[in-house]
């Protein structure tokens, strides 16, 4: 600890003076009434240079040595003009006190010539819109990002002093998250990005938490992985491909801020979409600058509001101050952009600095967020090599996490505030703390503690010198009322290793007891990912247990006794990425299928399920099968982070392939059949028209010389309410179905996001959106041709930082075996906050 003090106490010496010394004005924005004017405004008078203040009123402006006149604002007062004179090296504090005021009738007299002048400005802009896009087909530039979350706590500590005992206090009263990087930006049009990050280092006084590769996949027997990392989803800007506003395009698409894409103000149809009024011209230099106020004609869709900056004569857009419409938000309550753009060269302007400020409601705190990004160096139209855009959209140096302070002082772009930089050194102690022996050894405690509670949570075991966690589940967990055959008690637990070079051991054994029949059943899995970066795995299970015959039946089915039966089994699969976005899993099974009918059932079960409730009868028999399951994600993006790949999805459809062969007399085996299956899916965009989702699938068993019931294609059944995911399932198809030939099912929905009903005056307000899809299977061997559709009306609402969408739908459907229906259901879908995607 002695070192690290005077290390620390040297840097403080030789920190250069642009990161702890430059220039800045800092305060508070009020008004007379002592209340805090969130997002107003401070720019330098006569210049494009300008910041927002935060939620709270405060303002942070770096300015270079000289005088400045600074002009303070908010909309409905009168603007401030402060006369300042900034020393090198010297940091002012000027706290800014603005009064309201009334609307004067000669401004009222002149806004037709505003508006006029304005007008003739955004023609000459969007003429020339379409050039400035065109006239850089690829770029380069050097790039810093830093971008922070806090949370608005009642009370705040700033004494930086504490000891590591006291840091769990203190996070209960301030947390923050801090994020920077230094790299090399490249792009090129339409939509490709690569990032090569040197440096990056994420200050957080939360614990640290790695990234993980969870070896199940996305739903039910999906054989791709699922992989998240633990960066923070409130954290707007993760990298440049998800939180790039350029201006010049007609639409931007921002899935966390809006429902639908944001227009541009100077996209080619923006008058449809906004009016203009002239504000004021000024020379900056020798350029002169046209402000022009953009006001949205709708103000709860997905529009902006604020001020754009347009250069004379050239009409190239050179600094934007927008608001999103914050009626048109979700998650945010205000989302804020200031944008100052450069002349690289000739009929080309960039972005140079961005400045990106958030809030969003969570309960009675507020999170508080703010994205910083400096580009510079840029070199445009280089035809750059092709093998730079590689489906990998950003690359980690080697030793980009293991940057010190000398090399962060150094290359930081922006000057960071005092709290900043207090809390930078206190994130550091943080991480040395949990970093260390001491603190791992109080979480390997506090894991393994046994308390009067953990009989009924459950009770654990960690030890993190071997990598070894152990967890035995509660009563809560054991207690099964509704099992197959009446009350079951359950025993599980889990044990799992991680390694230093991301291979991973996974346990999941089950045991349990059916009190009515006196029957043990249970399980053991065993697995292993040991290639991580290609997402290698064998898996083996053994089990004696009830099985599910359709894994994704129907809520009624799924718990009623026709849809289990006894599985003595023995299972070994092999899953592997062959190329980007391959993914193949190769599989064994042996089991035994024994029906359930000798089974003594509970009365409840008969009364709640009727007729579903008869268990399948069948002769019990012996299955070996080999299936072969590959799915293509065409274009898959991702990211290698800490050895580990984490998989950011594709702009195109997804193809998969199903075989599943039955053979015969091996080990006693009795069945003998083939099936094939093809299917893809996709989901778009569909510029302002909402979005949409599909699916096809296609499947025939090829051979079916002894094929039986339990191995059937099995569909979906469709539940008496509750509206299921349209794009896997029907709704009006019956409680089950299932072939033993050929079948083509297809299932289509598409949201419309707000682009009728948001123009109509009272459900605009209401913020109700409609949907509408359709469906239809058809079975040839039986004859069976399905058709449905569906239309309704869906709501999105937050329960703290979650997001969901509910919708009311009336759903109609015909087919050849019984009478046209129709009925209303209702659904729910849920928001992913780090795959920016619905549930459908």
Same mark, same amino acid.
């Given at each position: 600890m002695k070192i690290f003090s005077i290390t620390t106490l040297i840097l403080l010496f030789i920190i250069p003076y642009k990161t702890i010394l430059s220039q800045t004005v800092s305060g508070k924005i009020i008004n007379t009434d002592s209340t805090v004017l969130s997002f107003s405004t401070v720019y330098v008078k006569n210049t494009t240079l300008g910041v927002m203040a935060d939620y709270n009123g405060n303002y942070f402006i770096e300015l270079k040595a000289g005088n400045y006149t600074l002009v303070y604002n908010y909309l409905g007062h009168k603007p401030v003009e402060k006369n300042v004179e900034i020393k090198s090296n010297e940091r002012l504090t000027i706290d800014v006190v603005l009064e309201k005021s009334d609307l004067q009738i000669n401004e009222v007299e002149i806004v037709a010539n505003k508006r006029d002048k304005a007008k003739k400005i955004m023609e000459s802009v969007r003429e020339n819109r379409k050039n400035y896009l065109k006239s850089v087909v690829d770029y380069s530039c050097d790039i810093y990002v830093k971008t922070s979350i806090e949370k608005e706590y009642e009370k705040e500590i700033e004494d930086s002093t504490k000891k590591p005992k006291d840091f769990e206090t203190f996070l209960k009263k301030e947390n923050l998250n801090l994020v920077e990087y230094v790299g090399t930006l490249y792009y090129r049009q339409p939509n490709k990005y690569k990032e090569i990050i040197n440096a990056y280092n994420n200050f957080s006084e939360e614990k640290p938490v790695n990234e993980y590769v969870v070896s199940i996949g996305y739903g039910e027997n999906d054989i791709v992985p699922r992989t998240y990392t633990h960066?923070?989803?409130?954290?707007?800007?993760?990298? *440049? *491909?998800?939180? #790039?506003?350029?201006?010049?395009?007609?639409?931007?698409?921002?899935?966390?801020?809006?429902?639908?894409?944001?227009?541009?103000?100077?996209?080619?149809?923006s008058s449809l979409y906004y009016r203009y009024e002239f504000e004021i011209s000024f020379f900056e230099g020798n350029k002169k600058i046209n402000r022009i106020k953009v006001i949205p004609l709708n103000n709860v869709g997905a529009l902006?509001?604020?001020?754009?900056?347009?250069?004379?004569?050239?009409?190239?857009?050179?600094?934007?101050?927008?608001?999103?419409? $914050?009626?048109?938000?979700?998650?945010?309550?205000?989302? #804020?952009?200031?944008?100052?753009? $450069?002349?690289?060269?000739?009929?080309?302007?960039?972005?140079v600095k961005t400045d990106i400020t958030y809030t969003i409601k969570n309960g009675k705190e507020k999170i508080l967020g703010n994205s910083k990004i400096v580009k510079n160096n840029y070199k445009i139209n280089q035809n750059f090599d092709s093998k730079?855009?590689?489906?990998?959209?950003?690359?980690?140096?080697?030793?980009?996490?293991?940057?010190?302070?000398l090399f962060w002082d150094a290359n930081r772009q922006i000057t960071l505030k005092e709290k900043e930089l207090k809390f930078i050194n206190k994130s550091d102690s943080l991480r040395e703390y949990y970093t260390s022996d001491k603190y791992l050894d109080e979480q390997d405690s506090v894991f393994s503690r046994i308390t009067w509670w953990s009989p009924i949570v459950g009770v654990g075991y960690k030890n993190h010198y071997i990598g070894i966690e152990f967890w035995l589940s509660g009563i809560l967990e054991q207690i099964n009322p509704f099992g197959v055959g009446g009350y079951r008690h359950k025993l599980s637990f889990y044990l799992n290793k991680h390694f230093d070079n991301g291979m991973m051991l996974e346990t999941r054994p089950y045991i349990d007891y059916g009190f009515k029949n006196r029957d043990f059943k249970g399980k053991f899995g065993i697995g292993l990912t040991y290639i991580p970066k290609k997402f290698v795995r064998t898996y083996i299970e053994i089990g004696d247990y009830y099985d599910m015959i359709n894994n994704y039946a129907s809520i009624e089915q799924t718990f009623s006794r026709s849809n289990y039966v006894r599985n003595q089994m023995f299972f070994i699969s092999q899953r592997i990425e062959i190329i980007n976005g391959l993914y193949s899993e190769l599989s064994f099974t042996y089991t035994n299928q024994i029906p359930i009918n000798n089974l003594e059932l509970e009365n409840w079960s008969d009364w709640l399920f009727g007729e579903l409730n008869e268990p399948i009868d069948f002769e019990q028999y012996i299955k070996y099968e080999v299936k072969l399951e590959l799915k293509y994600m065409i274009g898959q993006k991702y990211i290698i982070k800490n050895n580990r790949k984490i998989i950011l999805g594709t702009e195109f459809p997804e193809i998969s392939f199903l075989y599943r062969k039955g053979i015969p007399e091996l080990f006693r085996s009795e069945v003998n059949f083939d099936y094939i299956e093809f299917g893809a899916k996709d989901e778009m965009q569909i510029a302002r028209f909402g979005e949409s989702r599909w699916q096809i699938k296609a499947g025939i068993f090829a051979n079916k010389k002894n094929l039986r019931v339990l191995e059937y294609k099995y569909f979906r059944g469709s539940d008496k309410f509750f509206f299921s995911d349209p794009v896997k399932s029907m709704q009006l198809l019956g409680p089950t179905m299932f072939t033993n030939s050929s079948f083509l099912q297809a299932n289509y929905i598409h949201h419309f996001n707000g682009y009728f009903l948001h123009k109509v005056p009272l459900f605009k307000y209401l913020k109700l959106s409609l949907a509408a899809g359709t469906g239809t299977l058809y079975i040839p061997d039986q004859n069976f041709y399905h058709f449905e559709m569906y239309g309704g009306i869906e709501k999105i609402f937050r329960i703290k930082t979650e997001i969901f969408r509910i919708g009311i739908y009336a759903v109609t459907s015909d087919n050849n075996l019984s009478k046209a229906d129709f009925t209303f259901k209702i659904g729910l879908s849920g928001f992913n906050q780090y795959t920016k995607k619905w549930d459908y």
């Amino acid at each position: 600890m002695k070192i690290f003090s005077i290390t620390t106490l040297i840097l403080l010496f030789i920190i250069p003076y642009k990161t702890i010394l430059s220039q800045t004005v800092s305060g508070k924005i009020i008004n007379t009434d002592s209340t805090v004017l969130s997002f107003s405004t401070v720019y330098v008078k006569n210049t494009t240079l300008g910041v927002m203040a935060d939620y709270n009123g405060n303002y942070f402006i770096e300015l270079k040595a000289g005088n400045y006149t600074l002009v303070y604002n908010y909309l409905g007062h009168k603007p401030v003009e402060k006369n300042v004179e900034i020393k090198s090296n010297e940091r002012l504090t000027i706290d800014v006190v603005l009064e309201k005021s009334d609307l004067q009738i000669n401004e009222v007299e002149i806004v037709a010539n505003k508006r006029d002048k304005a007008k003739k400005i955004m023609e000459s802009v969007r003429e020339n819109r379409k050039n400035y896009l065109k006239s850089v087909v690829d770029y380069s530039c050097d790039i810093y990002v830093k971008t922070s979350i806090e949370k608005e706590y009642e009370k705040e500590i700033e004494d930086s002093t504490k000891k590591p005992k006291d840091f769990e206090t203190f996070l209960k009263k301030e947390n923050l998250n801090l994020v920077e990087y230094v790299g090399t930006l490249y792009y090129r049009q339409p939509n490709k990005y690569k990032e090569i990050i040197n440096a990056y280092n994420n200050f957080s006084e939360e614990k640290p938490v790695n990234e993980y590769v969870v070896s199940i996949g996305y739903g039910e027997n999906d054989i791709v992985p699922r992989t998240y990392t633990h960066d923070n989803p409130y954290i707007f800007y993760q990298n *440049s *491909s998800c939180g #790039n506003f350029n201006f010049y395009e007609n639409l931007l698409d921002f899935p966390t801020i809006t429902d639908q894409p944001l227009v541009s103000p100077i996209s080619y149809n923006s008058s449809l979409y906004y009016r203009y009024e002239f504000e004021i011209s000024f020379f900056e230099g020798n350029k002169k600058i046209n402000r022009i106020k953009v006001i949205p004609l709708n103000n709860v869709g997905a529009l902006f509001y604020g001020d754009i900056y347009i250069e004379d004569s050239t009409w190239a857009l050179v600094s934007v101050n927008l608001s999103v419409n $914050e009626k048109a938000m979700t998650l945010y309550e205000n989302f #804020n952009i200031i944008q100052n753009y $450069e002349k690289i060269s000739d009929s080309v302007y960039l972005p140079v600095k961005t400045d990106i400020t958030y809030t969003i409601k969570n309960g009675k705190e507020k999170i508080l967020g703010n994205s910083k990004i400096v580009k510079n160096n840029y070199k445009i139209n280089q035809n750059f090599d092709s093998k730079i855009f590689t489906k990998e959209i950003i690359t980690y140096q080697i030793d980009a996490f293991d940057k010190d302070s000398l090399f962060w002082d150094a290359n930081r772009q922006i000057t960071l505030k005092e709290k900043e930089l207090k809390f930078i050194n206190k994130s550091d102690s943080l991480r040395e703390y949990y970093t260390s022996d001491k603190y791992l050894d109080e979480q390997d405690s506090v894991f393994s503690r046994i308390t009067w509670w953990s009989p009924i949570v459950g009770v654990g075991y960690k030890n993190h010198y071997i990598g070894i966690e152990f967890w035995l589940s509660g009563i809560l967990e054991q207690i099964n009322p509704f099992g197959v055959g009446g009350y079951r008690h359950k025993l599980s637990f889990y044990l799992n290793k991680h390694f230093d070079n991301g291979m991973m051991l996974e346990t999941r054994p089950y045991i349990d007891y059916g009190f009515k029949n006196r029957d043990f059943k249970g399980k053991f899995g065993i697995g292993l990912t040991y290639i991580p970066k290609k997402f290698v795995r064998t898996y083996i299970e053994i089990g004696d247990y009830y099985d599910m015959i359709n894994n994704y039946a129907s809520i009624e089915q799924t718990f009623s006794r026709s849809n289990y039966v006894r599985n003595q089994m023995f299972f070994i699969s092999q899953r592997i990425e062959i190329i980007n976005g391959l993914y193949s899993e190769l599989s064994f099974t042996y089991t035994n299928q024994i029906p359930i009918n000798n089974l003594e059932l509970e009365n409840w079960s008969d009364w709640l399920f009727g007729e579903l409730n008869e268990p399948i009868d069948f002769e019990q028999y012996i299955k070996y099968e080999v299936k072969l399951e590959l799915k293509y994600m065409i274009g898959q993006k991702y990211i290698i982070k800490n050895n580990r790949k984490i998989i950011l999805g594709t702009e195109f459809p997804e193809i998969s392939f199903l075989y599943r062969k039955g053979i015969p007399e091996l080990f006693r085996s009795e069945v003998n059949f083939d099936y094939i299956e093809f299917g893809a899916k996709d989901e778009m965009q569909i510029a302002r028209f909402g979005e949409s989702r599909w699916q096809i699938k296609a499947g025939i068993f090829a051979n079916k010389k002894n094929l039986r019931v339990l191995e059937y294609k099995y569909f979906r059944g469709s539940d008496k309410f509750f509206f299921s995911d349209p794009v896997k399932s029907m709704q009006l198809l019956g409680p089950t179905m299932f072939t033993n030939s050929s079948f083509l099912q297809a299932n289509y929905i598409h949201h419309f996001n707000g682009y009728f009903l948001h123009k109509v005056p009272l459900f605009k307000y209401l913020k109700l959106s409609l949907a509408a899809g359709t469906g239809t299977l058809y079975i040839p061997d039986q004859n069976f041709y399905h058709f449905e559709m569906y239309g309704g009306i869906e709501k999105i609402f937050r329960i703290k930082t979650e997001i969901f969408r509910i919708g009311i739908y009336a759903v109609t459907s015909d087919n050849n075996l019984s009478k046209a229906d129709f009925t209303f259901k209702i659904g729910l879908s849920g928001f992913n906050q780090y795959t920016k995607k619905w549930d459908y």
